[in-house]
T-cell receptor, first 116, second 112 residues
Framework: GNSVTQMEGPVTLSEEAFLTINCTYT??????LFWYVQYPGEGLQLLLK?????DKGSNKGFEATYRKETTSFHLEKGSVQVSDSAVYFC???????????????FGQGTTLQVKP | DAGVTQSPTHLIKTRGQQVTLRCSPK?????VSWYQQALGQGPQFIFQ???????QRGNFPDRFSGHQFPNYSSELNVNALLLGDSALYLC???????????FGPGTRLTVT
């Protein structure tokens, strides 16, 4: 079946450090890939997305590239801030055609803690 | 532009009771999906509604049911509550055919 696997956390970094959160997926077909962020006590916010192989999604200094050959979508940021502390979820979905509803399949989440 | 709203914010129920959670989608969206997020886990898809019909369902028992109204808002009902139903329930809205789903803040359900 379709699934998403993320690196286990928590990930603890100092401010201005480089961030990588690994995400790999298993899917039949060609899904769209997403990173969502969840701040404490809040719902999920879409951080970035990529809809086809080799696409790079980017937002707020975060980037992720859709790698079909390695079935990966790793999240990176060059210099993290304390305000980036949150839980990050990698997810996939299929387009709304052919009976697919676009439901999201999430990884288990990775907690990021950034210390001043 | 109002985003996705959910009510109530928190809820405490007793085992065996029934609960109804409510969701209003983002303006312009016609599709509502519900997810259950257990503590420390990623959200799990419950079901999705479009044109007032359930279009797809995840691996949840029939105790979980829903409804969508003509104004696109939606309800999630859970009957015969179990302790394991304690979770954050998230509603997400989207426009049919598009990938992006926008999430509400969630309803925290505690079953005692």
């Amino acid at each position: 079946g379709n699934s998403v696997t993320q690196m286990e956390g928590p990930v603890t970094l100092s401010e201005e450090a480089f961030l990588t959160i690994n995400c790999t997926y298993t899917a039949t077909g060609y899904p769209s890939l997403f990173w969502y962020v969840q701040y404490p006590g809040e719902g999920l916010q879409l951080l970035l997305k990529a809809t086809k192989a080799d696409d790079k999604g980017s937002n707020k200094g975060f980037e992720a590239t859709y790698r079909k050959e390695t079935t990966s979508f790793h999240l990176e940021k060059g210099s993290v801030q304390v305000s980036d502390s949150a839980v990050y979820f990698c997810a996939l979905s299929f387009s709304g055609g052919s009976g697919n509803t676009g439901k999201l399949i999430f990884g288990q989440g990775t907690t990021l803690q950034v210390k001043p | 532009d109002a985003g996705v709203t959910q009510s109530p914010t928190h809820l405490i129920k007793t085992r065996g009771q029934q609960v109804t959670l409510r969701c209003s989608p983002k303006s312009g969206h016609d599709t509502v999906s519900w997810y259950q997020q257990a503590l420390g886990q990623g959200p799990q898809f419950i079901f999705q509604y479009y044109e007032e019909e359930e279009r797809q369902r995840g691996n949840f028992p029939d105790r979980f049911s829903g409804h969508q109204f003509p104004n696109y808002s939606s309800e999630l009902n859970v009957n015969a509550l179990l302790l394991g139903d304690s979770a954050l329930y998230l509603c997400a809205s989207s426009l049919r055919g598009y990938h992006e789903q926008y999430f509400g803040p969630g309803t925290r359900l505690t079953v005692t």
